[in-house]
């Protein structure tokens, strides 16, 4: 490892989270939009036909650790389906299996993470998903 520079295990050590620290944002970035899973199958989401979808804007999300926290709260909760959060422009995709919430539960779930965000469904609706 010398050939390198890589002289002790402490350098590679300092290497290896320097570099797991200069990608996280990234990570956590397509995380939040739902471009990467940490488990690609749950069991705990039973398959549906149809989904419920609530296009939330969200103003106050002001960093991608904001999205993952809300994006943790809406995952939490029963009968979400899947969820996105945008920090970009300050938005968010809950799909729920129907008939279980209205608007004002997806309103409050954001509230629930801080009080600093000021939630507004924007669009709701049922789709189908084929």
């Not at 570099?19 to 899973?37: A, C, F, V, W």
């Not at 909760?77 to 300050?90: A, H, L, M, W």
């Not at 995709?93 to 608007?103: L, T």
């Amino acid at each position: 490892m010398t050939k390198y520079g890589l002289n002790s295990k402490q350098t590679l050590v300092t290497l290896l989270i320097s570099l797991s620290l200069s990608t996280s944002p990234e990570l956590i970035s397509l995380y939040n939009q739902g471009k990467i899973t940490i488990s690609s199958f749950n069991l705990e989401k039973p398959l549906t036909e149809e989904v419920e979808i609530f296009i939330v804007q969200i103003n106050g999300i002001s960093c991608e650790g904001c999205a993952n926290r809300i994006k943790t709260q809406f995952d939490s909760k029963p009968f979400v389906v899947d969820s996105k959060v945008y920090f970009n422009n300050q938005s968010a995709i809950v799909s729920v299996i129907p008939g279980n919430y209205k608007p004002v539960d997806i309103e409050t779930w954001v509230k629930m993470v801080d009080f600093k965000y000021e939630p507004k469904v924007i669009q709701h609706y049922i789709e189908n998903k084929h």
